[in-house]
């Protein structure tokens, strides 16, 4: 990661590795119990400009998943993703997005997988938007 303040980095091996604000949450199940490095963004490595929320590195650091929980302004939401990937993200190869919202509009759907597509292309990342709360194994 580039850009590394210590005091916002927390490691951990517990089994859920859970993000949660306002009945939004994102669970990332480690049952191996590896060890990851929870990370502060908003507040904390970054003070300024757009940012997302959390990002859990691998212990390695080879492995990016970079986190925004918000209410309904998803347009929003991927800029702050796309600005920390920018100013925090230095491996392509392990790469994930994740918008943890209140709720979808279905009119933003076809803007949602064209973004989808764009990170793909752009930042070597899968982006997953997901109402209210997601589950994903860590393997």
């Known amino acids: 990661m580039k850009n590394k303040v210590e005091a916002c980095i927390h490691p951990t091996t517990d089994s859920n590795i859970r993000f949660e604000e306002k009945n939004r949450k994102?669970?990332?199940?480690?049952p191996q119990n590896r060890r990851y490095l929870r990370v502060?963004?908003?507040?904390?490595?970054?003070?300024?400009?757009?940012?997302?929320?959390?990002?859990?590195?691998?212990?390695?650091?080879?492995?990016?998943?970079?986190?925004?929980?918000?209410?309904?302004?998803?347009?929003?939401?991927?800029?702050?993703?796309e600005?920390?990937?920018?100013?925090?993200?230095?491996?392509?190869g392990n790469r994930h997005s994740y918008v943890i919202c209140t709720n979808v509009a279905p009119a933003l759907t076809t803007q949602i997988q064209k973004k989808q597509?764009?990170?793909?292309?752009?930042?070597?990342s899968e982006l997953i938007i997901k109402e209210q709360q997601l589950i994903v194994p860590l393997n």
Not at 117 to 124: D, I, L, P, T, V
Request: glycine share 6%; net charge negative.
């Open 117 to 124: 597509k764009h990170f793909k292309q752009a930042y070597h």
């Open 40 to 81: 502060n963004v908003d507040g904390c490595t970054l003070v300024d400009g757009l940012r997302c929320d959390k990002l859990l590195l691998s212990a390695d650091e080879l492995e990016e998943r970079f986190v925004e929980l918000k209410g309904t302004d998803v347009k929003h939401a991927i800029e702050q993703l």
């Open 26 to 30: 994102i669970i990332f199940q480690n």
């Open 83 to 92: 600005s920390t990937i920018n100013r925090l993200g230095e491996h392509h």
